[in-house]
């Protein structure tokens, strides 16, 4: 019985090993190759390696992209900027000079300059967009950070009050249901708790250092030394709350009179502005004005009306956006 036995044990090791076998045989090998995903992954797969010498010219960018909460390597991310560039720049080179041999019938020779110009510019245009981009949105989260900083003090006091621990007073900023800058930075804080094993000052000692805003950043650095203290935390968060709501009403006071300004800045360089150049244009073309260099009256219009116009509007709308409070 016991020879039975160990057969049957061999038996089953030696069909265990075969199955083991034949799945890894008919398992499909991997060839090597560029996985596609998301374009910061792609744009490194394939120019992350030729790209060591440029990187000291980035080297600002990796503070912005650290404050700014864009989750991306640095690498990673001027590799997407240079590819990005690369492609932007080769499509203009295409697309100029169809566009205004087939639209507008102009000349060999102007649409050549013009494809040139409109390359450099498309690259230099793709370079600065992507290297703006983190600063705008390490001052847009700052600003949204310094807007909230009012209310949320407030909340956090009522549960300091409460006597609601440090840990849980950011856990609930994390998961409330209105989404908030603030409730960004709480999450970070609680994964750091919970997932990284910190204590809640050293989470908050690495918020401090990560937030773009400076107010931010000292309240939090109070925050820390009245609980090494011992001191009282819902006092500390009332008055800072009460700080935090005279600053609000200045800003609130300063943003109606910038705001004032731009108003007429608008109506004069966005409506009077290009109005009365239109209407010039239009009378030189009926007219039968000649050239202005390479560019005739009526391509001019044209690119008044269909380019310079819109784009001013968005610039106009990105400076609104950059200084509009959002409470």
């Not at 205004?100 to 967009?129: D, E, K, N, Q, R």
């Not at 001052?139 to 900083?149: I, T």
């Not at 030189?284 to 269909?306: A, D, H, R, V």
Request: hydrophobic share 50%; proline share 5%.
């Amino acid at each position: 019985m016991s020879e039975n036995k160990a057969l049957e044990k061999v038996k089953k090791i030696i069909n265990s090993l075969k199955a083991t076998l034949e799945e890894k045989t008919e398992a499909p090998k991997k060839e090597p190759g560029i996985e596609l995903g998301k374009p910061h992954s792609l744009a490194f797969q394939l120019i992350g390696g030729r790209i060591e010498r440029i990187l000291p010219l980035f080297k600002d960018l990796d503070e912005s992209l650290y404050k700014s909460g864009i989750k991306v390597n640095f690498k990673a991310y001027v590799s997407l900027t240079v590819f990005s560039a690369i492609l932007v720049t080769m499509a203009t080179i295409v697309l100029v000079p169809s566009i205004l041999i087939l639209a507008f019938h102009m000349p060999v020779l102007p649409t050549l300059l013009y494809s040139c110009g409109g390359g450099l510019f498309a690259f230099a245009f793709s370079i600065i967009g992507f290297y703006v981009y983190p600063i705008y949105r390490a001052d847009k989260l700052k600003r949204e950070l310094e807007d909230e900083l009012p209310f949320t003090t407030g909340y956090m006091a009522i549960l300091a009050s409460a006597g609601v621990s440090p840990e849980k007073i950011f856990y609930s900023l994390a998961n409330m249901s209105v989404p908030l800058a603030i409730s960004y930075e709480a999450k970070d804080v609680v994964r750091n708790i919970n997932l990284f094993g910190l204590d809640v000052i050293s989470a908050l000692e690495e918020a401090s250092k990560r937030s773009p805003s400076e107010v931010f950043r000292e309240t939090l650095e109070g925050f820390i030394s009245t609980i090494h203290s011992g001191g009282n935390l819902a006092a500390y968060l009332r008055e800072k709350s009460k700080q935090f709501m005279k600053l609000k009403r200045i800003s609130l006071k300063k943003f109606s009179d910038t705001l004032s300004i731009l108003s007429e800045f608008y109506i004069s360089i966005l409506l009077t502005g290009p109005l009365l150049f239109v209407i010039m244009l239009a009378v030189i073309s009926m007219l039968g004005g000649g050239f202005l260099g390479f560019l005739s009256s009526e391509l001019l219009l044209n690119l008044l009306t269909y380019i310079g116009i819109p784009v001013g509007a968005i610039i106009f709308l990105i400076i609104l956006d950059a200084i509009s409070p959002r409470w």
